[in-house]
Structure formats: structure tokens, C-alpha cells
């Protein structure tokens, strides 16, 4: 999985939010047009090969306005869906520029 399979799958209208990505992104007064676009510029920075019931990722990317956004996504390769699973504004007490977790 890569950037490029979720966008294209983006762009074909074969993608799903879930009832959680939705809530996390209101809440950080994110709009999906946002996100797709922090996507669309972003950069994996965490892969969760494990995760089911597809591989996930963790993407850091900006907002037009240069706001900072972290959301995760899985892909199913079977079918070309891409699934936002949540989507946030990143806490600067807990990431260091953002793309690395700080330790303790």
C-alpha cells in the first residue's frame, strides 16, 4: 500500500469514512476536503501491516492554510477501496515535528 493506491482510489469515488473518522474530524473542526488534500500532499509516517480487516497507515500532511493532520487509512487491495478510519489534528505535547512520537 502507498499514498498513490489510496488517492486513486480517492479520486475513482471508492472511498468509505467511517462513523468514527467523522466524528474525530468534526470534533478538530476538520472537513473532508481537508483531509484529502493533507492526503494528496502527505506522507506515510507509521505502517500497521497487522491491522484487519486490511493493512492501515498512519499519513501526516497539512491543509491548505499549512495546518498540520494526521489520518490513518487502509486499503483493500482486492477492491481498490480506501477507508479513512480517523483523521485529527496532532497534539504537539505527544509529536515532535509532528511525524515522530515522543517518548515518555
Not at 480506501?82 to 483523521?87: D, F, P, S
Amino acid at each position: 500500500m502507498d499514498l498513490n493506491d489510496i488517492i486513486e482510489a480517492i479520486r475513482a469515488n471508492r472511498v468509505r469514512v467511517t462513523d468514527h473518522a467523522d466524528e474525530e474530524a468534526r470534533a478538530d473542526s476538520l472537513k473532508l476536503d481537508e483531509i484529502i488534500f493533507s492526503l494528496s500532499n502527505g506522507e506515510i509516517i507509521e505502517k500497521y501491516e497487522s491491522d484487519r480487516p486490511y493493512p492501515s497507515c498512519l499519513v501526516f500532511g497539512q491543509t491548505h492554510s499549512g495546518v498540520a493532520v494526521h489520518s490513518v487509512w487502509a486499503y483493500n487491495i482486492e477492491n481498490g477501496w480506501a477507508v479513512l478510519i480517523t483523521a485529527y489534528r496532532p497534539d504537539p505535547e505527544r509529536w515532535a515535528n509532528w511525524r515522530e512520537r515522543k517518548k515518555g
